[in-house]
């Protein structure tokens, strides 16, 4: 059913239920109305016209009260400035005092209470039902023949029970609101964080990829005409690599798209021999040392230390020049892990910048999102030196 359908529905509901209760408690078992004071039914012979014009007056206003209460749940304001105007009506009434339909009120100002309205509104339109309230017990103390004992306590104590019920509702809401609000900046945060860390993979992979394969179309160009067999051997290295590279972004890209991509594994220091090939067939001498127990390192720390690697050796590549080796030494221990990836290259030539391009950038924030520490400054005796370490529990 519509919301809105099914919340009129409920109005209407009320509005009968109260109707039905006013005309139980004034219909006379024998036929016709019951005179609910003493001297009712003399002044209604007596007076007969003031006493048809304060029916028209009660009738009227409450008519006035059970259209304005069919407005409850999206008009609420609406709903109780009309069950105010019937209520003072009725209380003023010789006719007809204080009835069942007169809890109108209390189900009006729930109603307010409970709305996403301003705060304001709210602490004045429990004020205006209160005054209501004490209204009728003042003029209940003036008349005390028109109401019951229970007269002087019962309209505010209503009207007071409705508003702290309907404020509770609202508190509810907005605590509910607050924490979907807070769900969803959270998303939003995961959404970037992982945005981000695609790109990384995106940087470290391409800029790997392509470094190889300018260094080996390079190699090719200079073996061309003398050594075809070397030249053949370099342009074999670039279509792997190419390969290799175009697998990668793929993969990468199905993160967005898990339904339409049969994703790989995610590399891990066991692909570092792989990797390790590929440098060396690009000219960079590597040696690889791996200690420990990598099995037992969580997958995305493998798949973090493997991207660092990866863009080390990529700017040893670039960087340190002829005749430099590489050294890689992983140690996962129960301490935690650590990798160093050195070179015997031309080092950094000054103050080392990491604002400048995004790789040293990159490694430094992996290593910084897995709590960890991270390193790279020139070496001693010359050469390019990263350090990280992790702290991790083995699986």
């Known amino acids: 059913m ?17 109707v039905a209760a006013t005309v139980a408690f004034i219909r006379n078992p024998q036929g016709g109305w ?30 006035i009260g059970v259209v304005a209460m069919m407005t409850r749940s999206w008009k609420p304001i609406l709903a109780l400035a009309g069950v105010l105007v019937m209520g003072v009506a009725h209380i003023t009434s010789f006719v007809v005092p204080l009835l069942p339909i007169d809890l109108a009120v209390a189900f009006a100002l729930y109603a307010v209470a409970a709305a996403e309205v301003r705060r304001w509104v709210s602490y004045v339109a429990l004020g205006l039902g209160l005054a209501v309230g004490l209204f009728a017990v003042i003029w209940g103390m003036m008349s005390p023949s028109l109401y019951g004992p229970t ?9 007071l029970v409705a508003w702290l019920a309907g404020d509770r509702i609202r508190a509810r809401h907005e605590q509910e609101t607050q924490r979907e ?41 200079g073996a061309l005409e003398r050594r075809p067999a070397t030249a053949r ?15 990668e972004m793929r993969r990468l890209l199905g993160l967005s798209r898990p339904e339409e991509t049969e994703l790989a594994p995610l590399p891990g220091i066991a692909d570092l021999i792989a ?43 670039k960087h340190a020049g002829p005749r430099a080796r590489a050294c890689v030494t992983v140690h996962c221990g129960e301490e935690g892990l650590e990798v160093a990836v050195a070179d015997t290259g031309r080092g950094t030539g000054g103050v080392l910048d990491e604002s400048r391009g995004s790789g040293l950038r990159g490694m430094r924030q992996r290593v910084e999102l897995l709590g960890g520490s991270f390193s790279a400054a020139g070496g001693a005796a010359g050469g390019f030196e990263v350090r990280i370490r992790i702290p991790v529990v083995l699986q």
Not at 5 to 16: K, N, T
């Open 233 to 247: 051997a370099a342009l074999e290295a670039i279509e792997t690599t190419g390969r290799h590279s175009l697998g």
């Open 181 to 221: 609000r807070k769900r969803a900046a959270e998303a939003e945060l995961a959404v970037a964080a992982e945005r981000g860390r695609i790109a990384r993979d995106m940087h470290d992979a391409v800029a790997h990829g392509l470094s190889i394969m300018v260094i080996q179309a390079q190699a090719a160009i």
């Open 275 to 317: 990797l390790a090939d590929r440098v060396r067939q690009a000219g960079l001498p590597v040696s690889l040392e791996v200690t420990g127990e990598p099995s037992r390192m969580p997958g995305g720390v493998a798949a973090s230390v493997y991207r660092i690697v990866q863009e080390a050796l990529t700017n040893a590549l």
């Open 151 to 159: 007269a002087p306590v019962l309209p505010p104590s209503v009207v």
């Open 2 to 18: 519509n919301p809105r359908v099914m919340r009129l529905a409920i109005d209407a509901g009320i509005v009968a239920a109260l």
């Open 34 to 63: 019951l005179y609910l004071f003493p001297g009712q039914e003399e002044m209604a012979k007596v007076h007969w016209l003031s006493w048809q014009s304060e029916l028209i007056k009660w009738w009227a206003a409450t008519g």
